[in-house]
T-cell receptor, first 113, second 115 residues
């Protein structure tokens, strides 16, 4: 899996948009970008994934740079319940080995009321 | 329930004892993963099962760790002769293997404390 780099922590205010960056400069053309988040005392949960085009779902949006070396997870209107650790992972679309996701330390998002 | 179920949710044991952790994946999910998360750390991959294929054990930290999956469903992670450094949250996840990019569904984990 290509290595990803994320800030250790970020802080935002409630009801404001949040942009969580991720660098994946060694990503290959067939690697997908996945985002998961982990709420306190819970297992991680899937947020969104994409390949080249920007993606939207009910939880968030994923903006992928044209060169695919970075991406940004966008929470359009943060709530206190969005306080969590956010993990950015890139993985190949073809199989091999465990095909599991390698989770780094992620970004600890703090939401201020 | 419809989600991944893990038991026990909490386990306190003495150093040197064996422990078993159980994972009941989502019905129909053929791919099953075990991860370990130490305090303040990311997730460490341990082992992966896919259908009837031989499991990928490349993440197991020592031969004290083993896992099996019976009937392609329930999985048990066994840690023999536990050590204090084994203290962590052990997370299980499953996935519908039909889509490689499919999302992983995680259980809430089993918190292991070795005294």
């Amino acid at each position: 899996d290509a290595k990803t780099t994320q800030p250790n922590s970020m802080e935002s205010n409630e009801e404001e948009p949040v942009h969580l960056p991720c660098n994946h400069s060694t990503i290959s053309g067939t690697d997908y970008i996945h985002w998961y988040r982990q709420l306190p005392s819970q297992g991680p949960e899937y947020v969104i994934h994409g390949l080249t085009s920007n993606v939207n779902n009910r939880m968030a949006s994923l903006a992928i740079a044209e060169d695919r070396k970075s991406s940004t997870l966008i929470l359009h209107r943060a709530t206190l319940r969005d306080a969590a650790v956010y993990y950015c992972i890139s993985r190949p679309s073809s199989g091999g080995g465990a095909d599991g996701l390698t989770f780094g330390k992620g970004t600890h998002l703090i939401i201020q009321p | 329930g419809a989600g991944v179920s893990q038991s026990p949710s909490n386990k306190v044991t003495e150093k040197g004892k064996d422990v078993e952790l159980r994972c009941d994946p989502i019905s129909g999910h053929t791919a099953l993963y075990w991860y370990r998360q130490s305090l303040g750390q990311g997730l460490e991959f341990l082992i992966y099962f896919q259908g009837n294929s031989a499991p990928d054990k490349s993440g197991l930290p020592s031969d004290r760790f083993s896992a099996e999956r019976t009937g392609g469903s329930v999985s048990t992670l066994t840690i023999q002769r536990t050590q204090q450094e084994d203290s962590a949250v052990y997370l299980c996840a499953s996935r519908h293997a039909g889509t490689f990019t499919g999302e992983l569904f995680f259980g809430e984990g089993s918190r292991l404390t070795v005294l």
